[in-house]
């Protein structure tokens, strides 16, 4: 028998085996983390923090904005025991207690400093952002031969893939192009990645047949390029979020090579430069929600092309929000290089490269990414000088806000950007 369940975010339909009851699983359409119901049980509840791990060895992560301490309560005294034991019986009891709590404290010490030791084979934690970016060259993709409508639009939308190797190498693209004929250089133009990552791996674009964060952008006029971002998680079955740890290694690992996912956005830019006449060079923007508008973040840090960034709800304290992770015995044997990197990938640490305009957005109740961060975000970039905008809703959530209400706010921005142009 298979089990029925939806998104408890956006509804989405899902039907699975029972072997994967009481699984976790990643939303292909909003990115949601979910829960696998019982049989014949109502879905759970869905879990808010969308950049989540649930397997060890990484269940440390699997809050990885740090759940809240448990409240202190007096717990109320056990009747004492009369005790048949001596004095020298007891004497000795504690002894060999004490020594076992030192042992104890020994070992978990130990343990604690281990976690910032190289890992046996896992070699130097390798270069930072600025040089792995100085050696960034493009990576060419097959340029579009066909497209295909979508049901209830006039946009077109076409699919290429490249097959290379290295940071880069290996990407998905998909391009809208708005109806119509358009003269070289007439259309602003939208890169926009997936969400729905643990800022700790990369992913593959979504199902075809999800257009929420990027259609709005074409059928108001833009060129949109959608596209992967290296290190995808092993995930054949949309319900089975099982991964052990080489591929973790992995994935992590082609994350850190393509820095959070900044070179698979600056071959996106090349690639339209190269085959998409349409686009105005001068008009390219980059958008994204959650996770990817870290990464579009981190892209106007790093792409001086761009004429404006726009992030969704964004994690911009990277460091801060994993912080939790850097302490746990071994780490660096599954992420070698974990603290220069969240270092390097979080976008308060990159403000004073960041020079296009900046457009923020956040609800007031989104219960994954606290709202008071996009408001020190972009306190910290009206003190740099970046010419911010910051819209919140008070209500919506993480996802729901972005759909009703970011995006068209986002598109409106960049009309009103790009005519300034």
């Not at 990464?295 to 994690?315: K, N, Q």
Request: net charge negative; charged share 15%; proline share 9%.
């Amino acid at each position: 028998m298979s089990i029925q369940f939806n998104c408890p975010s956006c509804g989405k339909n899902y039907s699975v085996g029972e072997q994967l009851a009481g699984k976790q699983a990643k939303c292909k359409a909003c990115g949601a983390t979910m829960s696998i119901p019982l049989p014949a049980v109502a879905p759970l509840e869905d879990d808010p923090l969308e950049y989540g791990i649930k397997e060890d060895p990484f269940a440390a992560a699997s809050s990885l904005a740090p759940l809240p301490p448990k409240p202190r309560t007096a717990a109320a005294a056990p009747p004492k025991k009369k005790s048949g034991m001596n004095s020298g019986l007891k004497t000795l009891l504690y002894v060999v207690g004490g020594i076992a709590g030192i042992f104890a404290m020994i070992v978990i010490a130990c343990c604690g400093i281990l976690a910032y030791l190289p890992s046996a084979g896992a070699g130097p934690s390798g270069p930072g952002f600025a040089e792995r970016l100085n050696a960034y060259a493009y990576k060419p993709i097959p340029a579009v031969t066909s497209s295909h409508g979508i049901p209830g639009s006039d946009v077109r939308v076409a699919f290429v893939q490249s097959h290379g190797s290295g940071p880069a190498g290996k990407m998905q693209l998909r391009i809208y192009m708005p109806p119509g004929d358009h003269q070289p250089g007439s259309l602003p133009c939208v890169l926009v990645a997936p969400a729905g990552t643990p800022l700790l791996y990369g992913c593959e674009m979504d199902d075809d047949d999800y257009h929420d964060e990027t259609l709005p952008y074409a059928e108001a006029g833009m060129v949109v390029v959608f596209y992967s971002i290296d290190g995808p998680e092993d995930e054949e079955d949309p319900a089975d979020m099982q991964r052990n740890g080489s591929d973790a290694i992995i994935s992590y690992e082609a994350f850190r090579g393509s820095c959070a996912g900044v070179m698979n956005g600056k071959n996106a830019i090349d690639y339209v430069l190269q085959n998409v006449p349409q686009v105005n060079p001068n008009k390219i923007y980059t958008a994204g929600h959650s996770s990817a508008g870290t990464l579009s973040l981190l892209l106007a840090a790093h792409e001086p092309r761009l004429a404006g960034a726009i992030a969704y709800a964004p994690c911009s304290d990277v460091e801060g929000r994993l912080a939790a992770l850097t302490w746990v015995p071994g780490v660096n044997r599954i992420y070698p290089g974990l603290k220069q990197f969240l270092h390097d990938s979080s976008p308060n640490n990159n403000v004073s490269t960041i020079q296009c305009p900046v457009f923020l957005f956040h609800a007031r109740d989104d219960s994954n990414v606290e709202i008071s961060e996009s408001q020190a975000f972009s306190k910290q970039l009206a003190q740099a000088g970046v010419d911010v905008t910051f819209e919140t809703v008070e209500t919506g959530e993480h996802y729901e806000s972005m759909i009703d209400e970011g995006v068209p706010k986002g598109v409106q921005w960049i009309r009103q950007k790009a005519s300034q142009r």
